[in-house]
């Protein structure tokens, strides 16, 4: 049979979605480039790959792995089941290894790959497997021996080892014991298996943990990574193994998932309500949605003849304490007159005994039982909570990144039914966000949201060619003279050899010494020198370097048959430290502290000028807004608002916020200004009834604009920051760029149509220290034309950083990569080219005063250096032609700080 053949028939048999026949059917091309029967060699299998699937930058493993990204809900185990099917039924392997990260995963994976009465069996449908179904060996069982009678006795059946992280690490020291039955250890003897894939569930769980290392010992001969987010835990490093992609949008508008909505009340403000009061009407408003939605899958239900589906709503509190206090006030008399008591579970570490067990027994059978209305849990739920029926998210004091992720959306967006069912109510998951509704239907259209569909066109002009394209990773011209580490291209393309300089050093001895003097500048340097590129260029540094050059290369040397000729060691570090000094931009790393403590009060004083303050009580509507694509509903709720002894602390708890505002010492501040606020409600509303539904309702308004006149009154001691140099300089680091022959262009040249500029890679430039350069516009690349010119006497170097080539946040955890650093005779500047029309938007503003700032404190720091002060301007594409100079722009949009 062939495999062709045998993919068609997994896919038909499993009823794989188009994702996972896409995945199986890729698997397939990666296996065609493998012989299970001899040694496989990385280093040629990775280039195999990358020919194929550009994405694949790195196995990052000492052992092929691939990974593939498919959305929550769309079935990463039903492809394991697949994979394996496929790797079995083609004769490449009988031997596999099911990793899974926690224990609720493990649990799961095992009913799902041994229990054949289960709906949820992997492998429903495999006749072979029908037949003589796989021997599963799990961390519970595997000092029982069955994974090796299994393979030793019988020979044809599958193995399929499945292990948690914990059963390894925790209990590591018994499997890798000695079993005389073996005549090794468990582990010892998977390690040796020639056919053993480990196939990793939710694998970005692994990348951050030092104890999965050990996993890696396995020395499988395949890995295959299966997760929905990329990216190891705890960092925003993406995989680069990644070889399939099918983002959370793909899977809603494939109807593989439910709809995401997010949903507030009519005419709200957020920001007039405390978080106490703010939690109180999120979860009444909550309770309220999810009510409606019982009803509208109840009705479903009856009206269809299907299954009745139990759905509950999820409260996400932020610790353990939150958790409890939000149980308590859910099930008190005073919300909804005690509807919810005994109907709330709490799940959390911090559960112990009976109280645990009973949480657990609920949460496990909460999809059938329809005794529970409401889950809390802490922070966000574990990867492997299976549930369909989850169609109401309170996320309580979460930022609008924190709602839009994986962890909160994922764990709801499972369909019940398996398809969507045209019902709206059904087919719809809603997230109650009070507090961030902006901010999250904001957040959502953003080219990076989890439920936005990125939109490609290929062909000439468009987003991806296709013409044949290789990752050209290239080092600065000066590196690849001094190493010999030129750009890799295919033999026939004379125009990327025509612009790399002859290599400076004839052996390759001298070119490995070469390579070594500036890895040691990059990793140890850098860092101790202070002096920047001067220092460099110091006999005493460069003494200090050639000794540890020779240090490491004696080292080296210990391991090899025969001494080669020694290299002049410190001819050679002086020609490469005075090559990096002459031929980079000396860039600093700063990071910027407080330098000490502050002083604030204010002086007493009496509002003035609130007349036109005229608040009128809120309406009682709740909207609901689809997040993908913006379509908008209305539900009708009555809700009172919590309620205080006084009216003035709807207005002192806001003004309590302020950092400002020490409330011991400026209580009687806070409520004489209140008091007089108070005073001014009542002299034009009809009741105090309506001036405590306002004080409620625009609680928060009303103390800005107290708080407006108290900062005119406002004193307090100078602060002072103090800036630190971490680096004085960083070395230029090699760039990774896609590069197709077809695609490629001289720096002068412009790409036809323009609009096709970012497609192209563009050759030369005499300024510049790379000869390889990606523009995102033409702007861009005649602002680069315009600096590389001969005219522009003062420019000495030019050139566009590479990612983490600056240290600049322009908002936490979002760093701003500057379109181009020029160093003139006198001066160095940042420059941004960007379309007139996003001169004023909010996010360019925000990294402009990202750059103003780590300019200035760069300046502090510039006499240590080569003295140079920064610049920075921010110029607009209309303003870069012809007969532009930089002076000129400069002149005009430029900022001395």
């Not at 990348?207 to 299966?226: D, I, S």
């Not at 709330?344 to 112990?352: D, Q, T």
């Not at 890799?488 to 052996?507: G, H, S």
Request: with cysteine.
């Amino acid at each position: 049979m062939n495999e062709a053949r045998i993919r068609r028939q997994i896919a038909q048999r499993l009823s794989l979605r188009a994702p996972q026949e896409n995945s199986l059917s890729i698997l397939g091309d990666v296996l065609s480039h493998m012989d299970f029967s001899a040694e496989t060699d990385p280093v040629a299998l990775l280039e195999a790959i990358k020919a194929q699937y550009p994405t694949v930058a790195d196995f990052e493993r000492e052992f092929p792995s691939v990974c593939f990204s498919l959305a929550t809900g769309v079935g990463k185990t039903r492809l394991m089941g697949a994979f394996i099917a496929y790797l079995y039924l083609s004769g490449r392997s009988k031997n596999f290894f099911v990793l899974a990260p926690n224990t609720t995963i493990y649990d799961k994976l095992i009913a799902d790959f041994s229990k054949q009465s289960s709906p949820k069996y992997v492998f429903r449908g495999i006749s072979q497997f029908a037949q003589t179904p796989p021997v599963i060996v799990t961390g519970d069982t595997w000092q029982e021996g069955r994974g090796i009678r299994g393979a030793d006795l019988f020979g044809s059946e599958a193995i399929i080892n499945i292990f948690n992280v914990d059963k390894i690490n925790k209990e590591g020291g018994k499997i890798r014991s000695f079993r005389e039955t073996l005549g090794d250890s468990y582990f010892d003897y998977l390690s040796k298996l020639p056919d053993l894939v480990l196939l990793m569930d939710e694998a970005h769980r692994y990348r951050a943990k030092a104890g999965a290392k050990t996993l890696f010992e396995l020395n499988p001969k395949l890995g295959l990574e299966l997760t929905a987010t990329p990216k190891a835990v705890g960092t925003n490093k993406e995989f680069r193994n990644v070889i399939f992609n099918y983002g959370l949008g793909n899977a809603m508008a494939d109807g593989f998932v439910k709809e995401p909505a997010v949903a507030t009340r009519a005419d709200f403000n957020p920001k007039d309500y405390d978080p106490d009061g703010l939690e109180a009407i999120m979860l009444e408003d909550g309770v309220h949605y999810h009510e409606f939605v019982k009803t509208e899958l109840e009705l479903y239900a009856r009206q269809t003849g299907r299954k009745r589906v139990f759905p509950f709503m999820l409260v996400v509190a932020q610790d353990t304490t939150h958790a409890g206090k939000l149980k308590a006030r859910i099930e008190s008399e005073e919300f909804f007159k005690g509807a919810y008591k005994g109907r709330v579970i709490e799940v959390h570490s911090n559960l112990k005994g009976e109280e645990s067990d009973d949480a657990m027994s609920r949460l496990v059978r909460l999809e059938e039982a329809g005794d529970t209305d409401i889950v809390i849990h802490v922070n966000k739920l574990k990867e492997g909570w299976d549930v369909t029926n989850l169609y109401t998210i309170v996320p309580l004091r979460a930022s609008a990144s924190d709602i839009l992720t994986e962890q909160t959306l994922g764990r709801g967006l499972r369909l019940p039914y398996g398809e969507r069912t045209g019902n709206e109510a059904v087919d719809t998951l809603t997230v109650i966000a009070h507090d961030r509704f902006d901010e999250v239907i904001k957040k959502a259209r953003e080219a990076d949201s989890i439920v936005q569909i990125k939109e490609y066109t290929i062909g000439e002009g468009g987003d991806i060619t296709t013409a044949p394209q290789t990752v050209l990773t290239v080092p600065t011209a000066f590196e690849a003279a001094l190493t010999g580490s030129a750009p890799q291209v295919p033999d026939d393309d004379d125009k990327v050899r025509e612009v790399l300089a002859p290599v400076i050093f004839e052996t390759p001895e001298d070119r490995q010494v070469a390579q070594l003097t500036i890895d040691l500048i990059r990793e140890k340097y850098e860092r101790e020198l202070k002096g920047g590129h001067k220092e460099l260029k110091s006999p005493e540094v460069q003494k200090r370097i050639a000794e540890d050059v020779r240090r490491i290369s004696k080292a080296r040397q210990g391991t090899l048959e025969g001494i080669v000729v020694q290299p002049d060691v410190d001819q050679l570090v002086a020609v490469v430290t005075a090559s990096i000094a002459d031929n980079s931009i000396e860039i600093p790393e700063i990071v910027v502290l407080p330098s000490r403590e502050v002083n604030f009060w204010f002086e007493d004083f009496d509002l003035s000028g609130i007349s036109d303050i005229r608040f009128q009580p809120i309406s009682d509507r709740l909207l609901v807004r689809n997040l993908r694509d913006q379509t908008q509903r209305e539900l009708a709720r009555a809700l009172d608002g919590p309620r205080e002894d006084r009216i003035e602390n709807y207005i002192v708890r806001f003004l309590m916020d302020y950092p400002e505002v020490d409330y011991d010492s400026q209580a009687d501040l806070l409520y004489k200004l209140a008091g007089q606020m108070v005073d001014h409600l009542r002299s034009y509303l009809q009741s105090e009834d309506d001036v405590e539904n306002v004080a409620l309702a625009q609680g928060k308004a009303l103390a800005q604009r107290i708080m407006v006149q108290m900062k005119q009154h406002y004193r307090q001691t100078p602060a002072e920051y103090r800036a630190t140099k971490v680096r004085s300089f960083r070395s230029l680091e090699p760039q990774n760029i896609a590069y197709s022959p077809a695609k490629s262009l001289l720096l002068t040249e412009a790409a036809n149509p323009l609009s096709a500029t970012p497609g192209y890679t563009f050759r030369g430039g005499q300024k510049s220290p790379y000869k390889f350069h990606k523009f995102h516009s033409d702007p861009e690349r005649r602002f680069a034309v315009l600096i590389d010119s001969e005219f522009e006497k003062d420019v000495i170097r030019w050139l566009k950083p590479a990612r983490n080539q600056f240290r600049i946040e322009y908002q936490p955890g979002k760093p701003y990569e500057p379109d181009f650093v020029v160093e003139l005779s006198d001066r160095k500047l940042i420059a941004e080219i960007k379309a007139e029309r996003e001169m004023d938007d909010p996010i360019v503003k925000e990294k402009a005063r990202a750059a103003a700032e780590w300019i200035k404190h760069a300046n502090e720091f510039a006499a240590e250096g080569d003295g140079k002060p920064w610049e920075y301007a921010l110029i607009t594409d209309q303003a870069v032609t012809e007969n532009a100079t930089l002076a000129g722009l400069v002149a005009r949009y430029g900022t001395k700080i």
